[in-house]
């Protein structure tokens, strides 16, 4: 039993980066939210419009970073700026926060680190479906909502973000392989 | 002060008593003077509610099943719109960012909310050029340009977005590291952030409210006719 366990160690680099992933993963978040709001007020088909998108951003930003924690970094912060910031809606911190510890904890156990392409597409999948879950029942369990949507339209809703959420996981990973290639990034 | 509406939001029942919640925040938000800058928010919140009235009262054929099935909804989710834009509006980022730092948040968060913040509005301008130079090159993207060239946006627009991310991300590392910024040290700051006397009593008020509210909610029977 006597297993070193690696300590995970975040650089200035990687921080500043996940700082301006972030920054651009917010940019493209409230574009496609707007965008869809516009048209329809029903939130499944904001965290489907969404997922996509945002999902190909993350997936770069752990593309380079690689390291284990870095979803769960990326959504408290993104959490505590949509709960607190814009839109300022509290339910969105636990729905974030609990998608990125969910996402880390899946891609840990599975694969080690981010990077390959199917940590990725798992990680932004697993991300995304925790996330979805957690958005379309805590409202209810809080109380703001009277009645909560169908438990299978939750469970569709879920698992369309979810396979979505991959869907990007997989462009971003193809972006980021092209970037590398190119000389772009580490 | 967002959380506390939070909770107490879940708590309480009575319309009477959200809409009356309702009400101080908005008078709170004319008292901070911001209310014009979060007019453009409140009226896409006004927009949402009176679609999905609107949408609930045709599928149903009824104006008054469609109001007491929202209206307590609404009124919840207006108050936490209203706490949170109060809280955004009212508290500059880089404020926010130190009182986590105070509050011994790891470094880690901090420093990358702080970069998040910051860097929003300078991407946005990034992102504008870059659609701004395309067009002087006498690329137009429509929206139907986008769905039938995507590969143009891709190579167009998003690649060049990434790689001026990853050149801004070093250079705020660099900068960083040449002040002697360490991702494993305590940060210290020239300005210091403390509790002074307005905001124990503001708070202390706040929860003097909180507590007659709910125990309004509660004990009192007359309220229970709205």
Known sequence: ?186 | MILGLTLICALINHIFLLISLGVGILSLMIFSKILKRVSTFLGLFILFAVTAIAITAFITADWRYALDYFSPFLARFFIIISAGLLFAFTTPPHNFAQSLQQMKFPTAVTFTMGISLRYIPTLAGEAESIFQSLKLRGIKFSKWEVIKNPSYFYRGIIIPLIIRTIKISDEIAIAAESRGFKCDQKRNSLHKISIGKNDVLFLSTLSLIFIIIIFLDKNLLFLSLS
Request: net charge positive; hydrophobic share 55%; aromatic share 8%.
């Open chain 1, 1 to 186: 039993m006597n297993e070193t366990v690696k300590e995970v160690k975040f650089t200035t680099r990687d921080l500043s980066f996940i700082g301006v992933i972030i920054a651009l993963m917010y940019i493209v978040q409230t574009i496609t939210i707007l965008g869809v709001s516009a048209l329809t007020p029903l939130d499944p088909l904001k965290a489907i419009a969404s997922a996509f998108f945002v999902s190909i951003v993350i997936a770069i930003g752990l593309a380079k970073v690689k390291k284990i924690g870095t979803f769960t970094i990326i959504g408290l912060i993104n959490g505590i700026i949509c709960a607190f910031i814009l839109p300022a809606f509290l339910p969105l911190l636990p729905a974030t926060l609990l998608g990125g510890i969910a996402a880390d904890g899946f891609s840990k156990v599975s694969f080690g680190e981010y990077g390959s392409r199917n940590s990725l597409i798992g990680g932004c999948g697993m991300a995304k479906l925790v996330e979805t879950l957690v958005i379309l029942t805590f409202p209810f369990l809080l109380g703001f909502s009277t009645e909560i949507l169908p438990p299978l339209l939750i469970l569709v809703s879920a698992i369309i973000v979810a396979i979505l959420g991959g869907a990007g996981g997989l462009v971003g990973y193809k972006i980021a392989s092209e970037l590398k290639k190119a000389g772009a990034m580490e």
